[in-house]
């Protein structure tokens, strides 16, 4: 109120729609701003990292600082393709809130030459705090960073599909067919004896843009073979993971695919036989079941990996549980 006044506040919430999303809502806020001639200050408002001091509100843990270190250096060197790319357990370990109001910010100012103002940083409180101002200079169309990202992200799907294995090649092919055609795909020919004539439980998993879109499975086999398996799981792991509305057409070339294979299951008396790179867990409470896969990034240990599969299954702490572990076989 200082410098301005007579002006119209509108304020924006966040979503968790991937990054790209809130990039192109702000494209939109831009063009309409354009549309309607009006002179905009946009406000990219939120914390950095929540994790940086052990004594802090809510403890530390590596990654904060580093999240810090990096997007500070992003809005330094007004480097916004680097907001898109960050991981989302990175992120989550971090504990940060604000990259989404950043992310829009950068759509907002896509294709436009910028000059940064990094004002401050502190962490005093044990959370992270930055400033800083950008001014439009011009247009620069090698700034639109929505288009450099997605470039990169088709590049990575195409390596990915140029090395899939017959395995990863049945979960596409059994997708595809069924969000293309809303129906099931029939088992093709030519598929190894191991995939046709074995069987076991199976889960498919779904990412698009490093963030996860789908992941359903089977513990046990409940068809004639792991080819049928895996038809089957395709389709729930597109079309009926609760947590994700079912995959669309438009979507169908942004996916990479991973096919789990899984051994049978053997109970384990403790936490300390579980390793959570190796082996996959089974926790079971009375008809409550939860499994959780292994090599997961951002789960570095059995405590985390059963804490995770009790909470899938509904399990509180405290409730009498039982281990089970298992190996996999993944195809990517």
């Known amino acids: ?13 966040l979503s968790g729609l991937p990054p ?70 990175f992120c989550d370990a971090a504990a940060e809130c604000g990259l989404r109001s950043f992310i829009i910010m950068a759509g907002a100012l896509d294709g436009k030459a910028v000059a940064p103002d990094f004002l401050s940083y502190e962490d005093v409180t044990g959370v992270g705090y930055g400033v800083c101002a950008f001014s439009v200079s011009g247009d620069d169309p090698d700034r639109q960073f929505d288009k450099i990202y997605e470039k990169k992200e088709r590049d990575k799907v195409l390596n990915a599909r140029a090395n ?10 059994s997708l595809e067919t069924y969000v293309r055609t809303g129906k099931f795909a029939e088992l ?44 089957r ?34 109970p384990v008396d403790s936490v300390s036989q579980l390793d959570p790179v190796r082996y996959g867990v089974i926790v079971t ?21 059963v804490d995770i599969a009790m909470r899938k299954a509904g399990i509180s702490k405290g409730e009498k549980i039982s281990l089970e572990r298992f190996e996999v076989v993944r195809h990517v």
């Open 20 to 89: 790209l999303d809130h990039y192109r809502l702000g494209k939109c806020i831009a063009e309409t701003a354009d549309t309607l001639g009006r002179s905009v200050v946009f406000v990219a408002s939120g914390d950095l990292s929540h994790k940086l001091k052990a004594d802090g509100p809510y403890g530390y843990a590596p990654e904060g600082p580093e999240f810090d270190r990096q997007v500070t250096a992003a809005m330094a060197s007004g480097d916004f393709l680097r907001f898109l790319e960050f991981e989302p357990n």
């Open 285 to 305: 409470s009375g008809r409550r079941r939860g499994l959780l896969l292994p090599n997961l990034e951002g789960v570095d240990t059995p405590e985390q990996q």
């Open 1 to 13: 109120n200082e410098f301005y006044s007579g002006y119209m506040l509108v304020r924006i919430g």
């Open 164 to 173: 899939q294995d017959e395995y990863v090649k049945l979960a596409r092919f």
């Open 188 to 231: 093709p020919g030519g598929l190894p004896e191991e995939m046709t004539k074995k069987r076991a439980g199976v889960f498919v998993s779904l990412k698009k843009h490093g963030q996860l879109r789908g992941c359903i499975g089977t513990i046990s086999p409940v068809t004639g073979s792991i080819a049928e398996e895996i038809l």
């Open 233 to 266: 799981n395709a389709v729930s792991a597109g079309a009926e993971d609760p947590r994700f509305s079912p995959v669309e057409e438009s979507e169908l070339g942004d996916l990479i695919y991973s096919v789990d294979v899984l051994s049978d299951p053997e």
